[in-house]
């Protein structure tokens, strides 16, 4: 496996020499977006300073309300409890994907063995 070192660059050089960033297919944002949906979105957070690369950051949760340019959203608490859910909202020009994904499953408490043998 490759360390971030060895991964390639994704900027590249035009004709003139000068540094161009990769352009990222941006998708077309629906007009209506069900309340209640699970989703992730993909959002550009700017440029990094150091490597001039484009920072996305990605979000899961619910949608709250969307009006068709800024996404209200419930944001799923970490898996191992460590941030808690959260309303966000998101402007629609830095959206870069959103896609629904299904919802996480129920854990279910595990039966202690010692109860068995008592």
């Not at 161009?20 to 993909?42: D, K, S």
């Not at 990094?48 to 996305?56: A, F, Q, S, V, Y």
């Not at 800024?70 to 941030?83: F, I, K, P, V």
């Not at 402007?91 to 499953?105: D, F, L, Y």
Request: hydrophobic fraction near 30%; charged fraction near 20%; charge should be neutral.
């Amino acid at each position: 496996m490759q360390n971030s070192s060895q991964l390639p660059d994704h900027n590249y050089a035009d004709n003139q020499g000068a540094i161009q960033q990769p352009q990222y297919a941006i998708q077309q944002l629906p007009e209506h977006i069900p309340t209640g949906i699970r989703v992730v979105v993909r959002r550009s957070a700017g440029i990094d300073e150091e490597t001039g690369r484009t920072i996305l950051r990605d979000a899961v949760g619910h949608v709250i309300n969307w009006d068709g340019s800024t996404l209200t959203l419930l944001r799923d608490e970490s898996a191992n409890g460590a941030r808690p859910a959260q309303i966000i909202t998101i402007e629609g020009k830095t959206i870069v994907r959103i896609k629904p994904v299904p919802e996480r499953p129920k854990h279910y408490p595990v039966a202690r063995p010692s109860t068995m043998y008592e």
